[in-house]
């Protein structure tokens, strides 16, 4: 598929890059946090998403969660929206992203409580693919806690070539809530730029597969990665 530039947020030039501020963290925390085992049972609940490329992407990325999840030790449980047992609507709700609808979240509460008595958890997160602004400099692109190099083809692929200005980069967003249903934090990780950058066609074209090649799986990982770590920097882990 091919997109012109000016669609994607994309502004280059062959200029010197500037440096970049400090990122201001993307993340929101609530003001207390709970105190959970140290082989925590944690539920992943089904994935939003509002760009509609990361549609077949949602099973990959919720492996490469789970895959973290128990590296750091926990018990990641996936659960499955069932229309029949919820309450009107609920699905369509868990299909919209917190970013576009805070309004959406006392739903999703009530139905985590209901969600506790079937399958006790210590955390619970909801995720998000979400589309989200990346900032360019030189060969790179940084947003949401992290640094991807950009994948350029045609003129100015080369490393003498530095780029400054936006893009489009896709985030994961992860909303978590402890066993009674309590908001902790909402965190973002960059995990995708979906577009490699044709400027011999000045074209952006949509890769095929967001996480085909091992380049594309390691800027997953380490997106995931920054997601998850309110979960361990926040989050109180017993010793016991």
């Keep these: ?25 993307p993340n929101s925390y609530a003001d207390k946090f709970p105190t959970i085992p140290q082989n925590a049972r944690v539920v992943l609940l089904p994935m939003a998403y509002d760009f509609s490329a990361a549609a077949q992407e949602t099973p990959i990325v ?4 789970v895959d973290q999840l128990k590296t ?11 229309p029949s047992s919820m309450p009107p609507g609920i699905d369509r709700v868990y299909l ?3 970013l576009a609808n805070k309004n959406v979240r006392p739903s999703k509460q009530v139905y985590l409580h209901d969600v506790s008595s079937q399958v006790p958890f210590d955390i619970a997160l909801i995720p998000a693919v979400l589309s989200r602004t990346a900032k360019l400099s030189g060969q790179t692109a940084r947003w949401d806690n992290v640094k991807v190099h950009l994948n350029v083809k045609g003129y100015g692929s080369g490393m003498s070539t530095e780029w400054r200005g936006t893009s489009l980069g896709l985030s994961l967003e992860l909303d ?13 990780g960059g995990i995708s730029l979906p577009y490699v950058i044709n400027t011999k066609e000045a074209m ?5 597969r967001l996480f085909e090649s091992e380049k594309d799986q390691e800027s997953l990982r380490q997106g995931v990665e920054a997601a998850l770590e309110p979960l361990t920097e926040k989050i109180k882990i017993s010793k016991n």
Aim: charged share 20%; proline share 7%.
């Design 1 to 25: 598929m091919k997109k012109n530039i000016s669609a994607v947020l994309f502004v280059c030039g062959l200029v010197p890059s500037a440096l970049f501020a400090a990122e201001k963290d």
């Design 62 to 65: 919720q492996a490469a969660i």
């Design 72 to 82: 750091l030790g926990f018990r990641p449980v996936k659960i499955k929206l069932e």
């Design 96 to 98: 919209t992203p917190n």
């Design 176 to 188: 978590a809530y402890d066993s009674k249903g309590q908001w902790l934090f909402t965190s973002y």
């Design 204 to 208: 952006n074209i949509l890769k095929p």
